[in-house]
């Protein structure tokens, strides 16, 4: 279910970082709420690491939190996984190649969906680098748990940011209607 995901990070021959950060630097300038978790995705490795405790509460699994990225997609109930799935796949298309003009930091991709065990997650993601061969490196994700506050209907998804006109068209010609759309909507 999830080879497509790999496979978008893997098919690439990554290059150097032209900067480094660190992870404090990153943690301090984001406000982070008891119902939020922040993590960031090492898209060479294909994995992802918490920069929050309570990453595992907010999606509500329990034991050990594993560092791959498919972890991050085990909680969301199965109506919402198909469209969630394809969401990420869509987004990676559209933020992997830094050409493309995505702003780190600046413009975000959202989605609303639900949880096996019926939260509500706002899920916001970022590219964070690009590498010196202008794939993304480092991304950064925030999931809000926003159940109290907004009553589910459907997945959802939004675009946020000075470029969030051409990431609502990159995400247009790129996605599959057919796995985003319940078939009711179709």
Same mark, same amino acid.
């Given at each position: %279910?999830?080879d497509?995901? &790999?496979?978008?990070?893997?098919?690439?021959?990554?290059? +150097?970082?032209?900067?480094? @950060?660190?992870?404090?630097?990153?943690?301090?300038?984001?406000? &982070? @709420?008891?119902n939020e978790?922040?993590?960031?995705?090492?898209?060479?490795?294909?994995?992802f690491?918490?920069?929050?405790?309570?990453?595992?509460? &907010? #999606?509500?699994?329990?034991?050990? %939190?594993?560092?791959?990225?498919? !972890?991050? $997609?085990? !909680?969301?109930?199965?109506?919402?996984?198909?469209?969630?799935?394809?969401?990420?796949?869509?987004?990676?298309?559209?933020?992997?190649?830094?050409k493309?003009?995505?702003?780190?930091?600046?413009?975000?991709?959202?989605c609303? $969906?639900?949880?096996?065990?019926?939260?509500?997650?706002?899920?916001?993601?970022?590219?964070?680098? $690009?590498?010196?061969?202008?794939?993304?490196?480092?991304?950064?994700?925030?999931?809000?748990?926003?159940?109290?506050?907004?009553?589910?209907? !459907?997945?959802?998804? +939004?675009?946020?940011?000075?470029?969030?006109?051409?990431?609502?068209?990159?995400?247009?010609?790129?996605?599959?209607?057919?796995? &985003?759309?319940?078939?009711?909507? #179709?």
């Amino acid at each position: %279910m999830y080879d497509r995901i &790999i496979e978008a990070h893997t098919v690439r021959e990554y290059g +150097s970082l032209p900067t480094t @950060f660190l992870i404090d630097d990153i943690k301090s300038r984001y406000s &982070i @709420f008891p119902n939020e978790a922040l993590y960031i995705i090492d898209c060479e490795q294909v994995q992802f690491e918490p920069l929050t405790d309570n990453l595992h509460k &907010i #999606i509500g699994i329990d034991g050990p %939190m594993r560092n791959d990225i498919t !972890h991050l $997609y085990e !909680h969301i109930a199965d109506k919402n996984i198909n469209a969630a799935i394809q969401w990420v796949e869509t987004v990676l298309s559209c933020a992997f190649d830094e050409k493309e003009g995505i702003t780190p930091e600046v413009d975000i991709f959202r989605c609303l $969906y639900l949880t096996k065990d019926q939260k509500v997650i706002l899920k916001c993601t970022t590219p964070l680098a $690009y590498d010196s061969f202008g794939n993304m490196r480092y991304s950064l994700g925030k999931l809000i748990d926003v159940t109290d506050l907004v009553p589910f209907q !459907h997945f959802s998804y +939004s675009f946020l940011g000075p470029s969030n006109q051409k990431l609502y068209e990159l995400f247009e010609e790129r996605k599959d209607v057919k796995h &985003i759309l319940s078939n009711r909507e #179709i």
